[in-house]
């Protein structure tokens, strides 16, 4: 036995099988441990990576949106997060700060520019956010982070879409994004957090990039980009 693992660890065939073996174990061990701990140790990893390698990206947008848009570039908000912690959500700028004569903003598709559309059709926008997930104020994947007025405004049920941290994509998105109407995507939402696995989020990644380049669910279909969530019917 002990002559075979040395001709083993000597010769190529056998350093491959080691290696093949060891990621069978880290895959059945993401599987296994996907919620409580490899979920936020891939999003700390991978959203590291991405910023290091999208940093030109970063830095060119940043300037161009800066000149576009008169000024800052970056959209920054409040948000609710897991267990509806507050955080502040960074986002590149697609729309102006536009005001009628009383001070009060235009409408979304008035304030809308064409290079905002450019930037939300292609999700570019979305970018900065890696640095909350580097940060942990967001994961890759789960539900997206909606504004923290419309937290009284959910029923029992849809208050469980804080149970995990809010995504960059997620179930909703990859099954219509904005042309999806409320109640469907807070079902989604919730489904989600229900079902929490690698597996999942490794679909919903691949149906991400497809719905990306394919440009669907962009705008709902009575809004330029989502109509405001006022509250559930019944």
């Known amino acids: 036995m002990k002559e075979f693992f040395e001709k083993m660890i000597s010769e190529w065939w056998g350093i491959i099988l080691i290696v093949l073996a060891a990621l069978v174990v880290w895959v059945l061990l993401s599987a296994l441990l996907y919620r409580p701990f490899f979920k936020r140790f891939y999003d700390a990893f991978l959203s590291g990576l991405a910023i290091l390698l999208l940093s030109p990206i970063l830095l060119v947008l940043t300037v161009i949106g800066a000149i576009v848009m008169k000024g800052n570039p970056f959209f920054t908000q409040l948000r609710p997060g897991k267990k509806e912690k507050i955080f502040k959500l960074i986002k590149f700028r697609t729309m102006t700060c536009e005001k009628d004569e009383n001070g009060n903003l235009l409408p979304d598709d008035k304030r809308l520019t064409k290079y905002g559309k450019f930037l939300r059709s292609t999700s570019l926008d979305e970018?900065?956010?890696?640095?909350?997930?580097?940060?942990?104020?967001?994961?890759?994947?789960?539900?997206?982070?909606?504004?923290?007025?419309?937290?009284?405004?959910?029923?029992?049920?849809?208050?469980?879409?804080?149970?995990?941290r809010p995504g960059l994509t997620g179930y909703a998105q990859v099954h219509g994004r904005n042309a999806v109407d409320w109640v469907e995507r807070f079902r989604l939402d919730v489904e989600y957090t229900k079902k929490v696995s690698l597996w999942c989020d490794i679909g919903i990644l691949f149906k991400t990039v497809f719905s990306v380049l394919k440009r669907e669910g962009i705008n709902s279909e009575t809004s330029a980009t989502m109509e405001e969530f006022t509250g559930n019917k019944e």
């Open 127 to 164: 970018v900065p956010e890696l640095i909350n997930i580097f940060l942990g104020n967001m994961s890759i994947v789960g539900p997206r982070p909606l504004l923290v007025k419309y937290l009284p405004l959910y029923n029992e049920e849809q208050k469980h879409r804080h149970d995990v």
